[in-house]
């Protein structure tokens, strides 16, 4: 065990610290988030496709709904009323094709006098910093399709605001838009947060419907299976230099020491260095 004394030295303790903090992060913290965004994504994913094959239902229905299921986001579903006046919203720091835009956000009141959060779709800003003239929505019994969205929450530090004539906000939360429309919105059951309606195209009232998103798994999965392999291949390159150390240390050992040798007699006195030096007479 006295070979591997040199582990104690400072220099190799917090090498083997550092390793083992490594590890335990890509174990516990690195790997989980990427696998988790994974998981995440291949649900979000799953939930498209089936909706995509499911044909459209009454929203009363999933108002109603006393189950308690939270898979609803991105159901397809038909609601019937109308809108309501003076209900125009938008929602900042949008794209549409590329360039700045805006989502318009509306309230449609059903048959049966609860109210919804409506998105309409995207407008594209004027200058790239204003929005355009939003015409209101069709007065009157509507029917609309649309799919259920999650509220997307709340930005911390960017509050509601009235700008060129319209209220505003940075994000698309049903439980803020009650305060920035001053309206009892009911809100749609999603799961973690509640939800509001996303207009299809070709819909009473709609722009420029928000696409949805690509149906690729992304590189979620290959960055967990990453992390996990550095968090063993850190372990075992500690083991290796301390194999090489090891090593190294019994190829010094092996090596014969030189003996000490005799020192030789001098071969010269004083005077004769010196007789050398100045020339043998003085």
């Not at 929203?59 to 109308?82: C, F, K, N, P």
């Not at 919804?116 to 004027?126: E, F, T």
């Not at 930005?155 to 049903?174: A, E, F, L």
């Not at 000490?260 to 005077?271: D, R, V």
Request: proline letters at 9%.
């Amino acid at each position: 065990m006295r070979r591997l004394t040199f582990l104690l030295r400072p220099s190799w303790l917090i090498l083997a610290v550092l390793v083992a903090a490594f590890a335990y992060l890509c174990f516990t913290v690195l790997a989980p988030w990427q696998l988790g965004k994974n998981t995440t994504t291949s649900h979000r994913n799953q939930l498209i496709a089936d909706s995509v094959d499911a044909a459209p239902i009454d929203i009363t229905t999933v108002l109603d709904d006393q189950s308690g299921d939270s898979h609803t986001e991105w159901r397809r579903v038909t609601a019937t009323g109308s809108y309501m006046p003076n209900s125009t919203a938008l929602v900042r720091l949008r794209h549409l094709d590329g360039a700045p835009g805006y989502s318009v956000l509306a309230t449609f009141k059903l048959d049966d006098g609860r109210i919804l959060l409506v998105d309409r779709g995207l407008v594209a800003a004027v200058d790239g910093s204003r929005p355009p003239q939003i015409p209101d929505p069709p007065t009157g019994p509507q029917k609309v399709e649309a799919r259920i969205r999650m509220s997307e929450g709340v930005t911390p530090g960017k509050d509601p605001m009235v700008q060129d004539g319209y209220r505003q906000v940075y994000s698309v939360d049903t439980t803020q838009e009650m305060a920035v429309l001053q309206e009892p919105l009911t809100v749609i059951p999603t799961g973690e947060r509640g939800g509001y309606l996303q207009l299809s195209e070709n819909q009473p009232g709609v722009f420029t419907p928000t696409p949805l998103p690509q149906l690729d798994a992304g590189p979620y999965l290959s960055y967990g299976l990453q992390w996990l392999a550095f968090g063993i291949m850190a372990p075992l390159g500690l083991g290796y230099f301390v194999y090489a150390e090891i090593r190294e240390r019994r190829k010094e050992k092996a090596i014969p020491k030189p003996t000490p040798t005799e020192t030789p007699a001098p071969t010269s006195t004083n005077e004769q260095r010196l007789a050398d030096r100045y020339g043998g007479n003085r």
